[in-house]
C-alpha cells in the first residue's frame, strides 16, 4: 500500500503545520458540496460486502480508471482492500433503497437473495441499478482515515441512460435529492 507522502518533490520533505481544520467544521465544508451515489461491493473472506460512497470519480479514459476513497470506520472496508476487484453501482434515485442498504450499519445488505447475484467472476452486484463497472484494483493510497483506490474498469452495464431516469441520486447536507432537468440552471 503507498502512504500518502507530503513531498513536493524529490527528495525534499514539506511539514505541514500542527494545527488543522476542526474535523466538524472540515465535515460542514463539504456538506454543502453534492457528492453522487455510489455503491462499492466486493467478495470478503465471510462473504459479499458493500458501502455506499460518493468519492467515485472518473481520473482517465485511456486506459479506463475510477477513483474512490473507503474509510477505516467502515466494517466493508478490509474486505474491499483485500479484493483484487470491486463491482461500482452508479445509482440515480431509482436506486435509493439500494443506496440506504448499503449505508446502514449493523445488517446483512446481502439477505435478500432477490435483490443481487454474482457476476461469472465471483463479485456481487445488485439487480437493476442504473450502471455498474467492474474493475480491477490497480492502486492504494492511504490517506488519513482513509484509503484512495484506483481500478481499471473492465466490464460494465448500463441499464437507464443518462435522461431516461428519474434523475441523478446526489447527497448533499446529509440527505439525499434528485437532480433532473427541472433542476438544470444553465
Known amino acids: 500500500m503507498t502512504n500518502l507522502s507530503p513531498t513536493p518533490s524529490a527528495g525534499t ?20 458540496h453534492p457528492g453522487g451515489v455510489s455503491v462499492i461491493t466486493a467478495e470478503g ?23 474512490f476513497s473507503v474509510s477505516a470506520l467502515s466494517s466493508a472496508t478490509p474486505s474491499i482492500l483485500a479484493a483484487d476487484s ?6 440515480d434515485t431509482d436506486d435509493l433503497a439500494v443506496a440506504k442498504l448499503a449505508s446502514t450499519s ?21 439487480h437493476g441499478v442504473r450502471a455498474w463497472i467492474r474493475g480491477a484494483i490497480v492502486n492504494r493510497l492511504e490517506a488519513g482515515g482513509s484509503t484512495v483506490v484506483v481500478a481499471h474498469a473492465l466490464q460494465g452495464s448500463v441499464s437507464r441512460s443518462v ?24
Open 13 to 32: 520533505t514539506r511539514r505541514f503545520p500542527l494545527t488543522s481544520i476542526d474535523a466538524d467544521d472540515f465535515k460542514s465544508f463539504f456538506r454543502g
Open 106 to 126: 449493523g445488517i446483512d445488505r446481502f439477505a435478500d437473495r432477490d435483490a443481487w447475484t454474482r457476476l461469472s467472476t465471483g463479485e456481487p452486484v445488485f
Open 163 to 186: 435522461g431516461e431516469g428519474p434523475g441523478a441520486l446526489v447527497y448533499h447536507d446529509r440527505t439525499w435529492h434528485r437532480l433532473s432537468e427541472t433542476s438544470r440552471i444553465a
Open 45 to 67: 473472506p465471510a462473504g459479499p460486502v458493500a458501502l455506499t460512497a460518493t468519492s467515485v470519480a472518473s481520473i482517465s479514459v485511456d486506459p479506463p480508471l475510477l477513483v
Open 86 to 91: 470491486v463491482v461500482v453501482h452508479l445509482l
